[in-house]
């Protein structure tokens, strides 16, 4: 697995509305799709866009005057390397100190045998 430095919020925000939207996005598809939540100025979107393709999760084409945006990571991805990181920090790489964490945190019974039934199936 690739490891991948954590995003800030704003940047994970840009890109689970990139992740839940089919390719390629624009800015303005982008403001359109978080109308109702957190409002952003144009130029702070852009400027996380911007970012986001410096920092390698995106690819921008430019089509006339206007950029679209594609991801390069998948948000599966992303996911795998930042729980990786957290089970490594917080929980010294032991799954086992984690899944404590989880029972003591007040995991529902049914939370839990959904976890099993998963790893019986080899879904995990």
Request: a negative charge.
């Given at each position: 697995m690739k490891k991948m430095k954590r995003l800030p919020?704003?940047?994970?925000?840009?890109?689970?509305?990139?992740?839940?939207?089919?390719?390629?996005?624009?800015?303005?598809?982008?403001?359109?799709?978080?109308?109702?939540?957190?409002?952003?100025?144009?130029?702070?979107?852009?400027?996380?866009?911007?970012?986001?393709?410096d920092k390698g999760f995106l690819a921008v084409e430019k089509r006339g005057r206007v950029n679209y945006y594609s991801p390069l990571i998948t948000e599966r991805e992303y996911l795998a390397s930042a729980s990786r990181t957290i089970l490594d920090k917080l929980y010294g790489g032991s799954l086992a100190s984690f899944a404590m964490a989880l029972c003591d945190s007040g995991i529902k019974k049914e939370e839990i045998e959904e976890l099993k039934d998963m790893l019986e199936r080899g879904d995990l």
């Open positions: 919020e704003s940047e994970f925000a840009i890109m689970k509305l990139v992740w839940g939207t089919e390719p390629p996005v624009s800015r303005h598809d982008i403001e359109s799709a978080m109308e109702g939540s957190r409002h952003l100025a144009s130029t702070t979107i852009l400027t996380l866009l911007t970012r986001l393709c």
